[in-house]
């Protein structure tokens, strides 16, 4: 899994700042839409940078290409974002579902192209479903109450990084298991480490 879906810590971390966007989005419903909207174009920014540094500099990633466009994405929203900052909720609203249509649809299409080489891409593939989840809602009614839209972005961000921390504690734990066992090959006489 590790040669598809990148580094464990880069989708630890990228899991977390999800869980913990949507702790406080849940915690805080009443903060303004705006406000709320900044701090995900905070957040895309960031998992969008993450992304593309390690579309660049992982040399183990098979498939840079996804990694890249996801974080692109998330480069381009986090810019339109900041850029204009004077542009409705509604525009910024707009934004987001865009970025969730994008990233997620493109999560999903990995996922079920990687089905025969890869376990665990379901978690892969849900999460893109809760983005492309989240895309619909925002398309649909991008006017709805604040807090319903507080609400639904909160759930979605703390269910894709449950399901981000998941992929990379898979990942850890495969990069373990491999390491131990050419470690345990290593130590039989005529093996070498490969």
Sequence with gaps: ??????NGKRLAVH???AVLFGVATLAWPGITLW??????????????????SAAIGDRLLVHRG?????????VVAGVVTFLWPSITALALLVV???WALVVGGSRVVFAVSMRDRLQGTWSIALGGAFLVLLGVILAVNPGAGAIGITWAIGWMALLFGT???WVASAVRHESHTSTASRGFRASQPGHAVG
Excluded: H, K, N
Excluded at 1 to 6: L, N, S, T
Excluded at 35 to 43: D, H, N, P, T
Excluded at 66 to 74: D, K, N, Q, R, T
């Design 1 to 6: 899994m590790r040669p598809y879906v990148g």
């Design 15 to 17: 899991g977390i700042a």
């Design 35 to 52: 406000a709320l909207v900044v701090l995900w174009g905070a957040f895309a920014l960031v998992d969008g940078l993450t992304a593309l």
């Design 66 to 74: 996804w990694l890249a466009f996801w974080g692109a994405s998330g």
């Design 96 to 98: 987001i579902a865009a």
């Design 163 to 165: 399901l981000e921390l």
